[in-house]
């Protein structure tokens, strides 16, 4: 089992920037590909970007490809979205999963965190 609980979200005016951070407990935080999703109210849930622990590097949905940066600080067990040049299409609340195989499905991941509110006012 894996427990994961983010942080970070608010509301920000467009342009502005937030980092979201994601802290994983349980089984070893090592062994997973983490993924961000987020969801619109009235939308389904979309990727956002997911970053390979193994080395398969990171990747990222073209909407938010050069403004989003997915990193992780293995000594903290945490995962980060640092989210520059925001737009009020990216508010969303804002999920951590973890998944035992690389994806952009959220099928693929088996553990989910409660989300963060992420608000971008124009």
């Known amino acids: 089992q894996v427990q994961l609980v983010e942080s970070g979200g608010g509301l920000v005016q467009a342009g502005g920037s937030l980092r979201l951070s994601c802290a994983a407990s349980?089984?070893?935080?090592?062994?997973?590909?983490m993924g961000w999703f987020r969801q619109a109210p009235g939308k389904e849930r979309e990727f956002v970007a997911t970053?390979?622990?193994?080395?398969?590097?990171?990747f990222y949905a073209d909407s938010v490809k050069g403004r989003f940066t997915i990193s992780s600080e293995n000594a903290k067990n945490t995962v980060y979205l640092q989210m520059n040049n925001l737009r009020p299409g990216d508010t969303a609340v804002y999920y951590c999963?973890?998944?035992?195989?690389?994806?952009?499905?959220?099928?693929?991941?088996?553990?989910w965190g409660q989300g963060t509110q992420v608000t971008v006012s124009s």
């Open positions: 999963a973890a998944g035992a195989h690389w994806s952009t499905e959220s099928g693929q991941y088996d553990y």
């Open positions: 349980g089984r070893p935080f090592s062994s997973y590909v």
């Open positions: 970053l390979s622990r193994s080395g398969g590097g990171d």
